[in-house]
């Protein structure tokens, strides 16, 4: 006995199959059928099919089409969506009273609430900012005493002097900087079971490795390891190292670390005038330097493989530095940060 299959909820269906159906049903009835046998073939009422017929004779193919429904309308206007985007990016919490410096959902939501007499839920409005094209950030730190003048002085009229400069004499210019990396550092995200902290077995050690470089637009990189600070001595034997490596005249930009402006420091640079000249950086501007990303990157790289139990933080400092200095591409990279585009605006690239 043949089973006889009831009629199927066109409502239940997706809009690209229920689309489909409905050109077929007005093609087989343009052709000839009866809607009745149309209707039981598809499984359908056949008020369905009479009532996709009338649509189409009202409106054509375009009247067949699948149209995505408007939903519920938003709840803040086009002028408030764009409103609190503005305080968003231009403002900080405590200049609307908030006693935190850092836009949280929570902290939004209690903003949207107060000037917009909205209550929304937290997850209604992280998607409201995902469409305002917002998104959880890391900010960036930077001083009170920064002279943002003198980084646009920088960027637009001293360093394109410099780069004048390296073309006429056809020296290299480089950029140098120093960082230290611990062994406590702080490690990267992982994935885990929800509510169970995963683990991750560290050394447990409190030792520190100091790293100074320099890099050059072209993919170069220098560096040496030492432990301790950073001393005169220490930065006038890098200088004699980067001196011997390096053909010709040295341009090199970097900041105003004690041991950089120290007296032993500028003994040697006058000596060595002919060959080597210091640039600085305006105070407080590290991000103006296209060699703080390679700490970024080293830093990135102990984050996600902690030192070792057996290890030694010293040669797997090393170990990654020679890495990235075997990476001429990667090296280049660093000069594409939006921080330091003022660098390829002035280059001949």
């Avoid at 004779?57 to 067949?64: C, D, I, K, P, Y």
Wanted: glycine share 6%.
């Amino acid at each position: 006995m043949t089973r006889v299959l009831g009629e199927r909820d066109a409502r239940s269906l997706d809009r690209r199959t229920l689309e489909e159906m409905r050109r077929l049903a007005v093609r087989r009835v343009l052709g000839g059928e009866a809607q009745v046998t149309v209707a039981r073939s598809l499984q359908v009422h056949p008020c369905t099919v009479a009532k996709w017929m009338m649509t189409y004779r009202r409106s054509g193919e375009a009247g067949l089409a699948r149209r995505v429904a408007p939903g519920r309308a938003p709840t803040l206007t086009a002028r408030q969506q764009a409103q609190l985007r503005r305080w968003i990016i231009d403002k900080t919490p405590q200049q609307f009273c908030f006693p935190f410096a850092l836009w949280t959902l929570p902290l939004i939501t209690q903003l949207i609430e107060q000037r917009f007499g909205v209550v929304l839920h937290k997850t209604t409005v992280a998607r409201l900012l995902h469409r305002l094209g917002l998104s959880p950030q890391r900010p960036v730190r930077r001083a009170f005493t920064r002279d943002e003048t003198a980084c646009r002085r920088w960027a637009q009229e001293e360093f394109p002097a410099i780069v004048r400069q390296m073309q006429r004499r056809q020296s290299t210019l480089l950029f140098e900087d120093e960082t230290g990396v611990h062994e406590d550092g702080p490690v990267a995200r992982t994935w885990g079971a929800r509510g169970q902290t995963p683990v991750v077995r560290v050394t447990g050690q409190r030792d520190r490795v100091n790293v100074i470089s320099a890099i050059s637009p072209r993919g170069r990189l220098w560096f040496r390891c030492y432990r301790g600070t950073l001393t005169a001595p220490r930065f006038v034997g890098f200088l004699t190292g980067l001196l011997h490596d390096v053909r010709g005249e040295i341009e090199l930009v970097l900041d105003r670390h004690p041991a950089h402006v120290a007296a032993a420091t500028r003994r040697f640079v006058h000596a060595h005038r002919a060959r080597l000249r210091l640039h600085f950086l305006p105070g407080y501007a590290p991000d103006l330097n296209p060699d703080e990303h390679v700490w970024t990157h080293l830093k990135m790289l102990f984050r996600r493989q902690p030192v070792a139990q057996d290890e030694d933080l010293g040669g797997a400092v090393a170990g990654a530095m020679t890495m990235i200095q075997e990476d001429r591409r990667l090296v280049r990279q660093f000069f594409g940060h939006p921080a330091v585009a003022y660098v390829k605006k002035a280059l001949p690239w």
